[in-house]
């Protein structure tokens, strides 16, 4: 736990992934969308990928990947910031985190 802990400390927004979930690779196009610039964690490219995966779990992740964090707290994985995105709070917690300052809801 402690791993992830210090790996989403004082980051916006962290998205841990594998280089090859599609679903991974959707949300983080989503959030990059918005101007956010996440940082984002390929857990199969790392050494201790499969460590954070099992923090991961414990924190209640259905799958492991895409796990998102947003402002030090999780959100979930797909359908969580998909429901967040379909109810317009995503950007608000974008903006919250400091994500991203401004957002025109015209682009």
């Known amino acids: 736990m402690d ?3 210090g ?4 980051k916006p927004v962290v ?3 594998k280089s090859s979930c599609c679903m991974s690779h959707s949300i983080n196009s989503l959030i ?3 101007g956010a610039n996440p940082t984002v964690y390929e857990l199969d490219q790392i ?4 460590q954070i995966e099992r923090a991961l779990l414990q924190l209640g992740c ?3 990947v895409p ?3 947003i402002g030090q707290e999780f959100i979930g994985g797909a359908n969580e910031v998909m429901s967040l995105q379909v109810r317009n709070e995503l950007v608000p917690l974008l903006i ?3 994500a991203i300052w401004i957002w025109n809801k015209s682009k």
């Open 3 to 5: 791993v992830v802990t």
């Open 7 to 10: 790996l989403v400390a004082e």
């Open 15 to 17: 998205i841990f992934s």
């Open 32 to 34: 990059c969308s918005f």
């Open 47 to 50: 050494p201790n990928g499969r």
């Open 62 to 64: 259905q799958s492991s």
């Open 67 to 69: 796990a998102v964090f």
């Open 96 to 98: 919250k985190s400091k």
